[in-house]
């Protein structure tokens, strides 16, 4: 038995593991994987790991001796399989019984799969892991045209990799849109327009039929409306379903990820979730109940517990912020955008350096920045402290942030 079990070991598994020890946390803490991999960065994936630009080893997000030195036991290639809330245990598919003080959760999600026919057939990749990356990179030498399913930030990201490294590349987004769920309507156009700059095919409103197949192996996907893009590789990135089964399964509350409150506590008791699996109230989100897939909130999470399990106080109430890198665009997001009824746009997209200013109720609730870090760290404030700025004054870039924010 360890006094903490971590089970996953990704962003927050780990911070969780190194806070606790920051905390002086001086009981035993183990971190029970089903990578085989220590802990890593995950955003490379779909940007400079899947490029070549960045080795494995440099994305590791603790050099490998810090494990032991910190006393972390790493139980890696294990899933945990369920979870004994009375007897405080928790099984792994190997057959073990692993005894624990206290539970944090912390497993992220695992991609979605298309349903349609040819979802399985060889060449058809989901980006979560080092090793969906080292698939798709194995098979990119003999890849000359890809398809790219799903226009979020992943398949934005990936195309944007693979066009650069010369492929012939078409992205199918069903909605009227790119980033439709997570971005106002002009950083949308804007990343349309970039993508197609570099040559990318994007389709939107592109309802996918099937993936056609030859030999167990992708040729092509077919569109609802017969026509067929031919690809030596699919690409899909339409999000994740939180891996949170074993803990529903022993009755903690939850659907869409498992619910917690501001101190990550699962409605089991000494069991807290934590990252991208975590169904929380988001101060940023007027105190809706949502999942943020974000490194940053995965880190922010892990050190609520890590004070809470140290007897700190401690709540959740940290800004959301991502970035996302596309060719040399480098996107900073601060704050949720969903909601908003003005966009305002800062600065000038053919520049490609510019930021849309999120505002609702005439208040300032997030801000999406393209090259222009400037207005990135000095409009924090603004969201941070939800100000009510002028739309006329926010639109010129010559007027820096920070004035505004008082
Ligand atoms: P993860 O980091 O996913 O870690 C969960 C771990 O738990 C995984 O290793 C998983 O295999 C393991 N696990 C799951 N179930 C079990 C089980 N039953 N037993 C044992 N282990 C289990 N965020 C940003 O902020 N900026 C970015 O630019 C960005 N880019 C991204 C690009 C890609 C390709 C991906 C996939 C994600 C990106 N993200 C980005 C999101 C970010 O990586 C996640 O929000 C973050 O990793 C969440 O951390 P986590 O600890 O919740 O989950």
Redesign the pocket.
Known sequence: AYDVCI???????AQAAIALRQAKFAGSIAI????PDLPYE??P???EYLSGEKPFERMLLRPPAFWAERDVTMLLG????AVDPAAHTLATEDGATIGYGALIW????SPRRLTCAGHDLAGVHT???RADADRMMAELPRVARAVVIGGG??GL?AAAVLAKAGKRVTLLEALPRVLARVAGEPLSRFYEAEHRAHGVDVRLGAAVDCILGEEGRAIGVRLADGEVVPAEMVIVGIGIVP?VE?LLAAGAAGGNGVAVDAQCRTSLPHVFA????ALHANAFADGAEIRL??????NDQANVVARILTGEEAAYHAVPW????QYDLKLQTVGLSAGHDAAIVRGDPAARTFSLVYLKAGRVIALDCVNMVKDYVQGRKLVVEGIAADPAQLADPAIPLKQLAG
């Open positions: 089970v996953g070991g990704g962003h927050g598994g029970i994987g089903d990578e995950r955003p994936l779909s940007k294990r899933r945990v399989t912390a497993t992220g999600g980006v979560r892991t930030y992943i990201e891996a074993p934590i990252g991208d699996c897939e974000s490194v940053q909130n995965a991502f970035w996302s890198n």
